[in-house]
């Protein structure tokens, strides 16, 4: 069955970095579009990052262009997103996912950036 295990997460201060890993099994990785999405308190799971199988295609949301870098280990089947200088508006719980005949969901790895 798909699994995706999402692992990184923690508190860091404003300005700072952290970096996130997803971990992909039961899947062709390296043949699927790939996505982070993040759900604040009381708003809506909204996409972050997605890159394409090969890694080649990128998109991001405005609020995190130039900050965020998603990139992928096909080898390795694990999915990162690179995060920097951040702030407290990227608070959420962030989820790995991938799109086959419906959407797969991680269990979400929390951050908080706090000071």
């Known amino acids: 069955q798909v699994q995706l295990v999402e692992s990184g997460g923690g508190l860091v201060q404003p300005g700072g970095s952290l970096r996130l890993s997803c971990a992909a099994s039961g899947i062709i990785f390296s043949d699927n579009t790939m996505g982070w999405y993040r759900q604040a308190p009381g708003k809506q799971r909204e996409l972050v990052a997605r890159?394409?199988?090969?890694?080649?295609?990128?998109n991001y949301a405005d609020s995190v262009k130039g900050r965020f870098t998603i990139s992928r280990d096909n080898a390795k089947n694990t999915l990162y997103l690179e995060m920097n200088s951040m702030t407290p508006e990227d608070t959420a719980v962030y989820y790995c996912?991938?799109?086959?005949?419906?959407?797969?969901w991680g269990q979400g790895t929390q951050v908080t950036v706090s000071s």
């Open positions: 996912s991938v799109r086959l005949s419906r959407d797969y």
């Open positions: 890159i394409s199988p090969g890694g080649g295609n990128t």
